[in-house]
């Protein structure tokens, strides 16, 4: 039972995070959110993005990874070039990196993605 009511505080503390500012088309699911390493907070979630909508473009305080589960995606990281992903996809986005994602299929996009962000600072940013 502790388990669980502590499992619980966790994902809603990582709720607000993941789910903040949301531009319009965008749905953000925290799944999980941890204190690990010391200093950092793992948070896992689920983003969709409707078809024609993007996520605008921001960064985070640490690296994100992620798998797109559906749709089709155009990422855009700053310093590379921009990559069209499909499911089965993954993708590595760099501490600090500007980012963009814009569904370009017919059905809304869905990716798994995972955190590792400084504990002392929001989850993601407009970039400047």
Do not use: C, N
Not at 22 to 39: C, H, M, N, V, Y
Not at 64 to 90: C, I
């Amino acid at each position: 039972m502790l388990r669980t009511a502590l499992f619980v505080a966790l994902v809603m503390l990582g709720a607000p995070a993941l789910a903040q500012d949301a531009p319009s088309g965008i749905k953000r699911t925290p799944l999980q959110a941890i204190d690990f390493p010391e200093g950092y907070r793992t948070v896992t979630g689920l983003a969709e993005v409707a078809p024609g909508h993007s996520s605008g473009l921001h960064t985070h305080p640490g690296i994100e990874t992620g798998y797109v589960l559906q749709g089709e995606v155009v990422m855009s990281v700053e310093g590379q070039p921009d990559r069209t992903l499909k499911p089965g996809d993954s993708f590595v986005i760099p501490p600090g990196a500007a980012h963009d994602v814009k569904s370009v299929g017919s059905v809304p996009a869905k990716a798994l993605s995972v955190f590792v962000v400084d504990a002392s600072k929001p989850l993601a940013s407009p970039a400047k």
